[in-house]
């Protein structure tokens, strides 16, 4: 199993911590570091900052936001960055949600998830082939465009560029099973919201493709007090779980709920969304934050960590802003 990095997404502006993590990270041995993108920060430009100064860590995205680019643009912005690292770029993708689609990106939420995402990926495998014009007459994505205010000068076209690798590694976030499945189908790996190494039936994997990456992020902290070590996995979840979605849609709520906490899950919805958010966040499990984070002293951390090796995950994606903490993690893992 190997380690990476996740940095998520900006707050109010760059974290100046983040490029030496990162140079630590691969100092460490870190396989890869990855970073988010909501509706701030771009997931694209960090990475190629911080391309710019290591060498050898791989550069992923997770995730990039498919409604924010059309599949040519991501494909643009995948192909520069992997010639400028070196070949260094594995390009993670989701669809996000209505309340993040439609509110900041001003699109409609597709009525068709499933169609929407493979069609993307279609659009983008054949960028980076280059093997002829691109060309797909798809649900959501037309190329060339036949809309009914088209000009119909559009042409069918190949990237100028010569991607570096055609067999450069998309990967999906994926929440639903019918994703998941698809994702099995037509992605290189898959990047789980939440994982826990004890409920890995929940999400019905069966047999993984030959070098399929499976990269859950998890909470990590080194530290005496588990209670208090896990107030940050809480207010993560209480923001995803309460905040990010509709109360007729949210997609993180429902993960929660195939987990085995329905009952909590609908209670920390309904305590956010009244504006009660001190009580959202205090009504999330410790049982729940605790199963999908890796947080308490060393030992703690070095038994719990046997349990996600012992299952399928290929790719073990760190949120920690600690040094001490990535130390650790290493060396427990090496």
Avoid at 90 to 109: D, I, T
Avoid at 279 to 297: C, N, Q, R, W
Avoid at 320 to 327: E, G, I, K, M, V
Wanted: charged share 20%; hydrophobic share 45%; glycine share 10%.
């Amino acid at each position: 199993m190997r380690l990476g990095l996740a940095l998520g997404y900006w707050g109010r502006g760059p974290d100046p911590s983040h490029l030496a993590l990162v140079q630590e990270a691969e100092r460490l041995g870190y396989a890869s570091v990855w970073t988010s993108e909501a509706w701030g920060s771009d997931a694209f430009t960090p990475l190629t900052w911080y391309a710019a100064h290591t060498t050898r860590i791989r550069l992923g995205t997770a995730i990039a936001q498919m409604a924010a680019r059309s599949p040519t643009a991501t494909a643009m912005h995948a192909l520069t960055l992997d010639h400028l690292s070196g070949g260094r770029l594995m390009l993670g993708l989701g669809l996000s949600g209505p309340q993040v689609v439609e509110g900041w990106y001003g699109r409609p939420f597709p009525r068709s998830p499933l169609t929407a995402t493979r069609e993307y990926v279609d659009v983008l495998r054949q960028v980076l082939r280059r093997e002829a014009p691109v060309a797909l007459d798809g649900r959501f994505h037309q190329h060339p465009y036949r809309g009914p205010d088209a000009t119909g000068f559009g042409r069918p076209l190949k990237p100028i560029v010569h991607p570096l690798r055609a067999d450069l590694p998309v990967l999906l976030g994926a929440e639903g099973p019918k994703n998941i499945a698809q994702t099995l189908r037509i992605a290189d790996g898959w990047l789980p919201l939440y994982w826990s190494p004890l409920r890995p039936e929940v999400h019905r994997l069966g047999t993984l493709p030959a070098g399929f990456t499976v990269a859950p992020m998890v909470r990590a902290h080194v530290c005496d007090d588990v209670a208090e070590g896990l107030l940050p996995v809480k207010a993560m979840l209480g923001f995803y779980i309460g905040g990010m979605g509709h109360a007729a849609r949210n997609f993180h709520a429902d993960l929660m709920a195939r987990m085995g906490y329905a009952a909590q899950a609908r209670r920390v919805h309904e305590l956010f969304l009244a504006g009660r958010r001190e009580e959202a966040v205090a009504a999330v499990p410790d049982a729940f934050a605790d199963e999908i984070s890796l947080v308490g002293p060393r030992a703690r951390i070095a038994e719990r960590l046997e349990l996600w090796r012992a299952g399928p995950v290929t790719d073990l994606l760190v949120t920690s802003p600690d040094p001490h903490t990535l130390r650790v993690l290493a060396e427990l893992n090496s």
